[in-house]
Every structure is written in C-alpha cells, then in structure tokens.
C-alpha cells in the first residue's frame, strides 16, 4: 500500500469570506422556509393551501382509506421507453439520449371514487415514472382531455367547492357549477370538447397529453417550451362499442396486454415565442411543430392495490436534469397537493385489502 500525501491545510475563510458564506446559507434556509411556508400557508391564513385542496376532493367524492384522493380508480403498468434521438439536440436529459429507459406507470379514471363505473366519465389518465441509468427520475401525469378547465388552483378549488354536496340536501346545488362557468369563460374549450366526449372502451387507444408546459433544457443551456403526451400506435375500429359493467377497462388492458405489449408514440409539441406557458386552459395553435420522441412500450400490467406504482407519488415536479417546470401556477399546486394526498394515503396502505372488499358497492 502506497502512502499518499496529505492535502495541504487549507487557509482559515477571513471575515470578510466567512461573513458572505454565512450569509449564502441564510439565504439558501430563508428560501426553503419561504417554500414550506407557502405550502402549508403559513403567509395567509386565506390563501389555498394543499390541505384545503385535498379535503375538499374527500368531501366530493368520500374517505377511501389507502386509494389516492384524485384519480382513485386505477391500474398499475410496466414497460419501458425507447429514444427515437429528435429530442437530443433540445434536451440533455438521458432519457432522451440512451436507447431505452424503465418505466412504471398507471392508467386511471378521475375523481377520488375507486368504485367508479369506468364509464361514467369521458375522461382517462396515464402517469409515468421514467427511471434514467443516472438515478435521475422524470413523473408525469397526462390526461385524455387536451386542455384543462381553468389556469389557476384557485379557480379549479373554486371549482370543487361548486361541485360540493349541499348539507341540506347531500346532493350539488345543480346552479352552482354553471355559475361557476358563466363566471369564467377562459373554461369554454374544455367545455366544447367535454360536449362531444364519449367514454373509450379501452385505455390503450386513448391519447394523453401533459397539458401543462415545461421547457426542455439543452446541453448548452439553451430553453424550448414544450408540452407533450402520447399518441396510441394501436387504433380499434370506428365505432367500438362501450362494454357492459363497471370494471372493463382493467379487463380489457389485461387481454391485450396478455396478447403482446402496446405502443404509443410520444410527441413534444415545441411552443412558438408568445405562447402561452402558464396557463393550461389555453391550447397552442395545431401548427406548431412536433418531435417525435421516441416510442412508450408497456409489456404488463398489476393490480393497483400491490403493484409498484402503487407507492409513486407522480409529482410533476420531480424532473431529470435536462427538462424544467414553467411558470405554470398549476404544477407548484399539483405537487403540494399530492404530496399531501400521498401522506394520507401511505399511513393507510394496511387499510387496502379491507377496504376493497367492505366498501365496494
């Protein structure tokens, strides 16, 4: 064994350095509690906080002990991603660079009842977790709808509050979610495509998208906003027809999946200087140009209840180096949100069995 020499000492910081090092890590703690106090609320008393956001989502759709307060009703899925190299010269992330990246996933159905009949709404989720060979993770959560209602969390918790049984009667005051929507007409696209939507037979035909933009950061430092989502490579006949019962879109992915994997093609649609990145209700022109990224490949399926997505919290905000959150008002309130929903949920896994087999209707 050979000896090494030591490292010279260092010379002591002068005042003067130790004083502006010190003042470095104020600032660095300052801004940490500026974050936590912000969301838990500690500036205001009145402003949303993610606790109001979550116990409102409990009082519209019930208590299910162990199953997520959003987006209840679900499937875990497992695959892997595959870089078509379009995206390389916009993003370092490596998901975008190697050839194939693991990744666990959930299909689900919106609100917070896990007992929904999969066709009583039009609307259908998909999250990733993308796992990089570096550690790095990129999460995100797509949705079949192409715009969200309204920009801002406050106005979609005003939303919930609308939608809120009456105590007199336990029942929604049927004028509350149309004034609620006389009152903002920035929700007028949502509206026009929820008119025309129909429920899918099948999740594996549906196209998601991110809604919500992030920029793609490149090697050089160089920013694109973008959005993204998938694009199914599998299509059904026109005209499938929605099956019977409450539980047929776990089913039906099961059967195809059994028959081989499925595919989707993932798009990054590139914004244009003066499109709008921080409000998810306003969609960007159909011209703009796409990437094609690369292909989704899902190869199997678990059941929500034990499979490994089962403890992801997919926060759009846990993001690789080489992809960055806009200034989108949204994503800060998605993450708070589910990082509150995911700590309810976790202290009541113990609860799952019992309560799928007790409360199922």
């Known amino acids: 064994m050979v000896d090494r020499p030591s490292p010279p000492d260092r010379p002591p910081l002068s005042a003067a350095s130790l004083s502006l090092r010190l003042a470095g890590i104020a600032l660095v703690v300052a801004a940490l509690a500026g974050a936590m106090a912000y969301v838990h609320g500690s500036f205001d008393p009145q402003r949303l906080t993610p606790k109001a956001l979550v116990d409102v989502l409990e009082k519209n759709n019930g208590v299910h002990p162990g199953f997520r307060r959003n987006h209840a009703k679900g499937v875990c899925v497992a695959g892997y991603f595959e870089s078509s190299g379009e995206a390389r010269s916009y993003s370092s992330a490596q998901v975008f660079n190697e050839a194939r990246t693991p990744v666990v996933g959930r299909?689900?159905?919106?609100?917070?009842?896990?007992?929904?009949?999969d066709g009583s709404v039009p609307i259908r989720s998909l999250a990733l977790r993308f796992t990089q060979a570096n550690g790095q993770q990129w999460r995100t959560g797509m949705n079949s709808m192409p715009v969200f209602p309204v920009g801002t969390p406050e106005a979609f918790y005003q939303l919930q509050q609308a939608s809120s049984p009456d105590p007199a009667t336990g029942k929604p005051n049927p004028a509350s979610v149309p004034a609620f929507f006389a009152a903002h007409p920035e929700a007028m696209p949502f509206l026009q495509w929820i008119k025309g939507?129909?429920?899918?037979?099948?999740?594996?035909?549906?196209?998601?998208?991110?809604?919500?933009?992030?920029?793609?950061?490149?090697?050089?430092?160089?920013?694109?906003?973008?959005?993204?989502?998938?694009?199914?490579?599998t299509q059904d006949a026109p005209g499938a027809v929605v099956p019977e019962g409450?539980?047929?879109?776990?089913?039906?992915?099961?059967?195809?999946?059994?028959?081989?994997?499925?595919?989707?093609?993932?798009?990054?649609?590139?914004?244009?200087?003066?499109?709008?990145?921080d409000d998810a209700s306003k969609a960007w022109p159909s011209e703009r140009k796409v990437l094609n990224a690369g292909t989704l490949v899902l190869e199997r399926s678990q059941p929500q209840n034990d499979g490994e997505c089962r403890d992801i919290n997919y926060d759009p905000l846990v993001l690789p180096s080489g992809i960055a959150a806009s200034d989108d008002p949204l994503l800060a309130a998605r993450?708070?949100?589910?990082?509150?929903?995911y700590l309810r949920r976790t202290s009541e896994v113990d609860q799952l069995p019992r309560a799928a087999q007790e409360s199922r209707p």
């Open 335 to 341: 993450s708070a949100a589910y990082a509150s929903s």
């Open 246 to 277: 409450n539980d047929f879109l776990e089913k039906d992915l099961v059967q195809r999946l059994a028959a081989g994997p499925l595919r989707w093609r993932l798009n990054i649609t590139l914004a244009n200087p003066g499109d709008p990145t």
């Open 197 to 233: 939507a129909k429920p899918s037979a099948s999740y594996a035909t549906e196209t998601y998208n991110g809604i919500n933009a992030f920029y793609l950061v490149s090697a050089s430092g160089q920013r694109q906003a973008v959005r993204w989502g998938v694009v199914p490579l």
């Open 107 to 117: 299909f689900a159905l919106p609100a917070g009842n896990p007992y929904a009949p």
